[in-house]
T-cell receptor, first 113, second 112 residues
Framework: GENVEQHPSTLSVQEGDSAVIKCTYSDSASNYFPWYKQELGKRPQLIIDIRSNVGEKKDQRIAVTLNKTAKHFSLHITETQPEDSAVYFCAAKEGGGADGLTFGKGTHLIIQP | GAGVSQTPSNKVTEKGKYVELRCDPISGHTALYWYRQSLGQGPEFLIYFQGTGAADDSGLPNDRFFAVRPEGSVSTLKIQRTERGDSAVYLC??????????FGPGTRLTVL
């Protein structure tokens, strides 16, 4: 089955700086890669996703890049703000159908004022 | 519109007891998923339904866990003879049958 590794487990950055979180996956059949943000005690919220037919996707301060050959994808947050502090999870699955997601272990992002 | 809802939000039970956790998906969503999230971990897939049938139950840890979705909408996750290791947040998600999954707030289960 699929295995998703996520790094780092904790990331502390100064407000206004950029943050990068990286994930690798094992199953070459995976072609859908979402990122979720989870605040303490809250539900995971989808913030951006990418499918394997594109290499990069951007939404305001958030971008995701995908390298299918190397089987890794990354989340980039620019101009970080205090409200970006949360745990971020990457996930993977075979796209196009209703299958379960395989999640990474999460990255605790801390924005220092 | 209304998102995915789950009840109860918290459930405390004693070892050996039976519990039921409920999920109300987004109206019209045909696919429904159950995940389990332990402290400091990512959600772990348990089972998913396409309509009324369990399309993939490969994530259920053992036969104490069972889930139903009799009318293709609301789903119930049932855990028999609960153990302390079952303590976790149980998350439900739904989708239109494609990729994007929307999560509920979860039920925090504590087994004493």
């Amino acid at each position: 089955g699929e295995n998703v590794e996520q790094h780092p487990s904790t990331l502390s950055v100064q407000e206004g700086d950029s943050a990068v979180i990286k994930c690798t996956y094992s199953d070459s059949a995976s072609n859908y890669f979402p990122w979720y943000k989870q605040e303490l005690g809250k539900r995971p919220q989808l913030i951006i996703d990418i499918r394997s037919n594109v290499g990069e996707k951007k939404d305001q301060r958030i971008a995701v890049t995908l390298n299918k050959t190397a089987k890794h994808f990354s989340l980039h947050i620019t101009e970080t703000q205090p409200e970006d502090s949360a745990v971020y999870f990457c996930a993977a699955k075979e796209g196009g159908g209703a299958d379960g997601l395989t999640f990474g272990k999460g990255t605790h992002l801390i924005i220092q004022p | 519109g209304a998102g995915v809802s789950q009840t109860p939000s918290n459930k405390v039970t004693e070892k050996g007891k039976y519990v039921e956790l409920r999920c109300d998906p987004i109206s019209g969503h045909t696919a429904l998923y159950w995940y389990r999230q332990s402290l400091g971990q990512g959600p772990e897939f348990l089972i998913y339904f396409q309509g009324t049938g369990a399309a993939d139950d490969s994530g259920l840890p053992n036969d104490r866990f069972f889930a139903v979705r009799p009318e293709g909408s609301v789903s119930t996750l049932k855990i028999q003879r609960t153990e302390r290791g079952d303590s976790a947040v149980y998350l439900c998600a739904s989708s239109l049958g494609g990729d994007t999954q929307y999560f509920g707030p979860g039920t925090r289960l504590t087994v004493l």
